[in-house]
């Protein structure tokens, strides 16, 4: 029995761990503050071959937390206001900071980003709705 529940908690550690590095990688690429009480409801990372990889993270938020992630992406570099909805697949008019370009904007319920890294091999997207308290961040790289 004290063997399981060394196991259990080793995997735990193991867990908290992992989303705690997710949530700071997609911090650095989007320039927003995931709030510490998010809740990780998914966190994956997927090889796909030779040809690349997927990382995912979805989290469910607070009402406090969903205020604050509302006000950081505001604050962010990549954040624009528009008037129109951006054809993700078409012209992005991105900003450029640091290694990625990007952009945040009002999209129906909450906040879309769409972004690349600066060679255009990866791909970056997020989504934050406020009306459901969830957000969710991807990154579809070329290896």
């Given at each position: 029995?004290?063997t399981a529940i060394i ?63 509302m006000q950081s992406i ?53 989504t934050f709705d406020s ?13």
């Amino acid at each position: 029995m004290r063997t399981a529940i060394i196991i259990f908690f080793f995997f735990l550690l193991i867990f908290i761990s992992c989303s705690y590095k997710s949530k700071k990688y997609f911090e650095g690429i989007t320039d927003v503050t995931i709030p510490a009480s998010a809740k990780v409801i998914r966190d994956e990372y997927n090889k796909m071959g030779s040809a690349g990889h997927a990382q995912v993270l979805e989290v469910k938020l607070e009402v406090d937390a969903t205020h604050k992630l509302m006000q950081s992406i505001i604050k962010s570099h990549y954040y624009k206001q528009i008037d129109t909805i951006i054809d993700p697949v078409g012209y992005v008019p991105f900003i450029q900071h640091g290694k990625y370009k990007g952009l945040w904007y009002k999209h129906k319920n909450g906040y879309a980003f769409h972004g690349r890294t600066l060679n255009d091999r990866d791909v970056i997207t997020a989504t934050f709705d406020s009306i459901e308290n969830r957000a969710s961040f991807g990154i579809f790289a070329d290896d």
